[in-house]
């Protein structure tokens, strides 16, 4: 049966997606691919000159961070003590030091790979060690935080110039942030050779790199006449990517965006300082950007890999390429790939509760966030949304501090206001609605009401998934996530772990027989692909003259086992009917809950959030909360309370109904 699975996904995932695959491993395994060939050597020299002054105070004004009735600017505050790992872990650190590049903060133990070439270095050599616990330190996000706080020290001096009428603005700025920076990024350097050691191994860690390089040379207004060690450092990072870039367009995934983006930004900021090769480069990353935002990207917004936060770093990816282009005054994108990006922005417009600027924890979650210009904590996606609004939907959205800061350091403040005052309504505005909206490519449908807000997971995979969720319940009432989704934690926890996290025990929908609806194939892939039938959603108004939105959805997994989800939104009242049958040993739903003074009482749990009661055509085995867990950030997992009702396969032929009404307080 194995086979036969395999042989299905095979189909699915497509033949060009197959072969580009395929053709890598066979490279690499024989060494026809030039990758293995390639060799560089870095400068021991700064990556970023010292500016004046007088520079950092036309830098300012231009982006509206400084001048009269401006706030001191704000910059991304995880880098100011110490070091940080996927928006919420921080290590210490001594000052003057630099960090260890191969220890994991979270075993407290170093890799002993690093004089091999990238190639024989295992992704997960080990049970519960993950190599992106050494590789998050090299995607350089304290790039661009040290490039900020070496603008915000040097504005003192700049006001202090502009001040005083004898100031001389020449003067250089003096940047403990900048010798941080520069001499981080040296350490670095000598540590991680080029093409040796684990930090040279994924061509999307490489191209995360080269963004936050290009990127604080943007800010740090070097991009023209660069120092010639930011030069070698950019160029041997796009030499690593090139050559494996098919085998990231196989994955259809985010590694084929990232890669193409630091190809076409990283490509031209060559190209502009006389580098020869740079412009074979970005050809190529602006052929298959284009390419990959109007295959991956589905025609109602939703991204290839059903998860808010991918869909954040696909849109910040994209994002950036366009703040590059206009900063070069270019054109990157085509119209259609344009569109795309405007629908892909809409879609996680809808998702994103407003008040918190959080959204549901669907899919896999790796931790990674390309622009963290502002004091927005991880879990907040308002500034990339209002960064994507401008640039691809030609409206602002936002209007939080954090927001406004995120758009100030990309120069794009009087834009943005421009568009506050001038824009007429447009769509994306108007989705804050209490509008129901259903995404059918994607497989969403979104119940609002004044304060509710209910997002209904149903199977429609065109891509490969990362979990098996099918049905999936996510509800936010005032900001608050009351019903919510497990994340991931790591992709190379234990067994067990695993498990639970992308299985059906770490969503809110109904387990058959202790197994998932999707058999696992390996790590990252599972078979018999779940497609929903019978879906519908509407928006009624009821005999008393309210509005009822409702959506249904139905599938039948790989051995039989049937189920069908009604969910219903009148106000803060959630109604929910399952029906199940096919199955052989016991079915079981779970709610999972928010952290709270959850009690059981009968066939009802409830708290300060809301109340949950549970009706059924048949007695249940056991009704109780049990702890679960889940993981909001990565390689982070906390205890929550969950519900589970488990159901025996009941005696006839009539399916088992259990219908399930949820009053939000």
Same mark, same amino acid.
């Given at each position: ?8 996904? =095979? ?47 036309? =830098? ?68 519960? +060690? ?12 304290? #790039? ?91 160029? /041997? ?138 004091? /927005? ?99 936010? #009432? ?88 009604? =969910? ?8 929910? #009917? ?9 079915? #079981? ?42 993981? +909001? ?33």
């Amino acid at each position: 049966m194995r086979v036969g699975q395999l042989a299905k996904v =095979v189909l699915r995932l497509g033949a060009r997606s197959i072969a580009r695959v395929l053709l890598y491993r066979l490279g690499i395994q024989f060494g026809f691919n030039p990758v293995k060939r390639l060799k560089a050597e870095l400068s021991v020299e700064p990556c970023f000159g010292k500016f004046d002054s007088g520079a950092v105070k036309q =830098v300012l004004n231009a982006q509206g961070l400084y001048g009269d009735g401006v706030a001191e600017p704000k910059s991304n505050p995880n880098w100011r003590q110490g070091l940080s790992y996927y928006g919420w872990a921080h290590v210490s650190i001594d000052r003057g030091e630099t960090p260890d590049w191969f220890l994991d903060p979270f075993l407290k133990s170093r890799v002993e790979q690093r004089e091999l070439p990238w190639w024989q270095i295992p992704d997960f050599s080990e049970s519960g +060690r993950d190599i992106k616990n050494i590789w998050e330190l090299s995607r350089f996000d304290w #790039v661009l935080a040290f490039a900020q706080q070496a603008i915000i020290e040097s504005s003192s001096v700049a006001a202090r110039a502009g001040t005083s009428s004898n100031a001389d603005t020449s003067e250089e700025a003096v940047s403990p942030s900048l010798c941080k920076l520069n001499a981080w990024l040296l350490d670095w350097s000598k540590r991680n050779p080029p093409y040796y050691g684990p930090n040279w191994k994924c061509g999307q860690e490489a191209s995360i790199r080269v963004l936050h390089l290009v990127l604080a040379a943007m800010l740090l207004k070097q991009t023209h006449k660069p120092e010639p060690a930011l030069l070698s450092l950019i160029e /041997a990072h796009l030499k690593r990517i090139r050559p494996t870039l098919m085998y990231a367009l196989g994955q259809d995934n985010n590694h084929g965006t990232s890669e193409a983006a630091a190809l076409y930004v990283g490509g031209e900021f060559l190209a502009i300082n006389n580098v020869r090769v740079g412009d074979s480069y970005a050809r190529v990353g602006a052929k298959y950007l284009n390419e990959r935002a109007n295959r991956l990207i589905l025609k109602d917004g939703s991204f290839s890999q059903y998860s808010c936060t991918y869909h954040r770093l696909m849109l910040e990816t994209m994002s950036l390429c366009e703040v590059w282009a206009r900063h070069r005054g270019s054109k990157v994108f085509s119209k259609s790939a344009l569109e795309r990006l405007a629908l892909a922005t809409q879609w996680l417009v809808v998702m994103v509760d407003p008040e918190s600027g959080d959204a549901p924890n669907l899919g896999a979650n790796d931790g990674a966030h390309l622009l963290p210009l502002s004091e /927005a904590g991880y879990r907040d996606f308002r500034p990339s949304i209002e960064l994507a609004a401008i640039l691809f939907q030609r409206c602002s959205v936002f209007d939080d501090e954090n927001s406004r800061a995120h758009i100030r350091w990309l120069g794009l403040e009087r834009e943005r206001m421009q568009l506050r005052d001038g824009a007429k309504p447009n769509k994306v505005a108007a989705d804050d609605s209490k509008q129901l909206v259903h995404l059918s490519a994607g497989g969403y449908v979104l119940l609002k009401s004044a304060e509710t807000k209910v997002l209904f997971s149903y199977p429609r995979f065109r891509f490969r998934p990362s979990q098996s969720d099918p049905m999936h319940l996510d509800v936010w #009432v005032r900001g608050i996530n009351v019903l919510r989704d497990a994340g991931s934690y790591s992709y190379n926890a234990e067994a067990k772990q695993l498990a639970y996290f992308h299985g059906m025990a770490g969503h809110n929908t109904i387990e058959f027989d202790r197994r998932d609806a999707m058999p696992k194939l390996s790590r990252f892939l599972y078979g018999e692909w779940l497609q929903a039938a019978q879906v519908r959603a509407a928006s009624t108004i009821t005999k008393d003259g309210c509005t009822e939105q409702s959506a249904e959805a139905q599938y039948v997994d790989w051995l039989g086992a049937t189920h069908h989800r009604a =969910v219903s939104l009148q106000g803060n009242v959630i109604q929910i #009917v399952d029906r199940c049958w096919g199955y052989e040993r016991c079915a #079981v739903m779970r709610w999972r809950l928010a952290p709270g003074n959850w009690v059981v009482k009968s066939n009802e749990a409830y708290s300060d959030l809301a109340s949950i009661q549970i009706d059924a055509n048949q007695e249940s085995r056991r009704l109780e909360l049990v702890e679960g867990w889940e993981s +909001r950030y990565y390689m982070q997992k906390n205890a929550l309370p969950v519900l589970e009702v488990e159901f025996a396969p009941i005696s006839n032929s009539a399916p088992l109904v259990i219908t399930t009404e949820i009053t939000l307080h």
